[in-house]
Nanobody, 118 residues
């Protein structure tokens, strides 16, 4: 198991902002696609955004224009800036680290709670 360390969740009012961060070891950071998934109560886990090792980004339609995912190659961290938050953004956010090294892999963080009040 590869440690995936998340931080940055919390409680915020609608319209506010939060920044999530995710850190993984150098070896995996350099070759992996990293992403954020969220899971609301009663719902399945869904992709919010991801970013490849080369910096290509992908966003769910519901967050385009409000969320920005990025990588810091010097600190082996991935960030997601979340602006104009809505109550429907509430959920547990999980960092994923995925790629291929002899076989496909995906590692998950422990999850961080984001709650947006109306």
């Amino acid at each position: 198991q590869v440690p995936v360390v998340e931080s940055g969740g919390g409680l915020v009012q609608a319209g506010g902002s939060l920044r999530l961060s995710c850190e993984v070891s150098r070896g995996f950071f350099d070759m992996s696609t990293m992403g954020w998934y969220r899971q609301a109560p009663g719902n399945t886990r869904e992709l919010v955004a991801d970013i490849t090792s080369r910096g290509r980004t992908n966003y769910a339609d519901s967050v385009k224009g409000r969320f920005t995912i990025s990588r810091d190659n010097t600190e082996t961290k991935m960030y997601m800036q979340m602006n104009s938050l809505k109550p429907e953004d509430t959920g547990v956010y999980y960092c994923s680290v995925s790629g291929y090294l002899a076989r496909a892999y995906t590692y998950w963080g422990q999850g961080t709670q984001v709650t947006v009040s109306s």
